[in-house]
């Protein structure tokens, strides 16, 4: 207890906080916040200092901790289920035997965690709190830098892990069952003996990965980059094949999705008597084969379109900012007066996109004289390819 306050309550993680926050900065009245076995499920830890913290055994479920500093924080065994981890600093963090299912850790820094098994003993030798086989399954894990971490052994079936920065992480053993490894970097990472079934690896850098007996029934590459890669104990087969990238056709897409699009380009094509705007906004759309649809105009910003087909698509004047296009095919599209700021671009596939500044008109169909630039402020376009376009004209 803290100043009298019931453990666990508000006033006494208030205080603890406080004390820990003096702590880290070396003030007499500090100490190291100690949340061990404390059932602290709901609470709200967004952008808190925790560095160092020892949270083992506690019950920290559907716990806010985006943006929260975790570095080298203790939470050996921890239940952290449902947890939001968006952006929190876990570099150095102890995770062995944590139960993490459905926690979100897009963006989070697992940079050398320890997310390998453990269970914790009482003091006559009884399993008391933990898990064998760290559960971190069905994640979202999406451009995660989890560099050099320890992963042996651990469960990620069905997570994301799209553009996760994964370089010389030791996935040894660990299960990847359908898995979206789309864009990761796996460079010099310990894949040996790795459940790869149904895993899915598009543009994968696997450069120096060892993927020694590693099981990879259904497992799908494309366009991987396997340079030095140690396929040892396993058929090459899989890896050299060239497939047609993954592509989720227009008629499969979730009904919601598909009738928003349908509505979008009966609005368009009727001049607004028909239909009506589309809204996809933050809407999940990986894979999707947007191939040749007039999308001119629709709100997409914050849609996920992670290698989405939008070859000769018309997305003029489209308000795409801060969506995330990584690996999408968006050869020939119209992109004339598209808001793409602070889009996720790198390595879509741009060439001859159509980008010149679209003259604007009023309600009646007349030019007023003012031209929509095409607007790339923020964006990224690391690896994309844009051979032959030239992008002088857009706003940048």
């Not at 806010?64 to 968006?86: I, Y």
């Not at 104990?233 to 999705?257: A, C, M, N, S, W």
């Not at 900012?321 to 808001?339: E, F, I, K, S």
Request: aromatic content about 4%.
């Amino acid at each position: 207890m803290t100043n009298g306050a019931t453990e666990g309550s508000p006033d006494f993680v208030s205080v603890t906080l406080e004390r820990h926050q003096a702590w880290m900065l070396e003030e007499a009245n500090g100490a190291c916040a100690d949340f061990s076995k404390m059932q602290l499920s709901g609470k709200d830890f967004s952008n808190v200092q925790l560095s160092q913290a020892v949270m083992t055994g506690g019950d920290f479920s559907d716990t806010v901790f985006s943006s929260a500093n975790l570095e080298k924080a203790d939470l050996f065994s921890a239940n952290l289920t449902n947890v939001d981890f968006r952006n929190a600093n876990l570099t150095k963090a102890i995770l062995r035997g944590a139960n993490l299912k459905n926690a979100n850790l897009n963006h989070a820094i697992l940079v050398e965690a320890d997310m390998r098994g453990g269970l914790m003993m009482d003091r006559i030798g009884n399993t008391s709190v933990g898990l064998e086989v760290t559960d971190i399954t069905s994640c979202l894990m999406d451009y995660v830098n989890a560099t050099q971490a320890r992963m042996s052994g651990v469960n990620l079936s069905g997570s994301s892990m799209v553009g996760a920065d994964l370089q010389g992480a030791t996935l040894s053993r660990s299960d990847l069952t359908d898995v979206d490894l789309s864009f990761a970097n796996l460079r010099g990472a310990n894949l040996s003996d790795a459940r790869l079934c149904g895993t899915l690896m598009n543009g994968t850098d696997l450069q120096d990965a060892v993927l020694v007996n590693a099981q990879t029934e259904n497992l799908v590459v494309r366009d991987a980059n396997l340079s030095g890669a140690d396929l040892t104990g396993i058929d090459e087969k899989v890896f050299r094949e060239t497939l047609d990238p993954y592509r989720i056709p227009f008629d499969q897409i979730p009904d919601k999705i598909r009738t928003e699009i349908e509505a979008h380009e009966a609005w368009i094509n009727g001049n607004g008597k028909g239909g009506h705007r589309g809204d996809l906004e933050n809407q999940f759309m990986r894979y999707f084969d947007l191939s040749g649809r007039n999308l001119s105009g629709i709100r997409m910003c914050g849609a996920r379109l992670t290698g989405a087909k939008l070859a000769g698509a018309n997305l003029s004047l489209a308000d795409l900012a801060d969506a995330d296009l990584m690996g999408a095919d968006m050869t020939n599209a119209v992109l004339a007066g598209t808001n793409l700021s602070d889009a996720n671009l790198s390595h879509a596939l741009m060439t001859g996109i159509e980008i010149e500044p679209v003259e604007i008109y009023n309600k009646d169909g007349r030019a007023i004289g003012r031209f929509q630039k095409t607007v790339l402020r923020g964006a990224t376009l690391t690896g994309a390819d844009l051979v032959g376009v030239d992008l002088s004209c857009c706003d940048q």
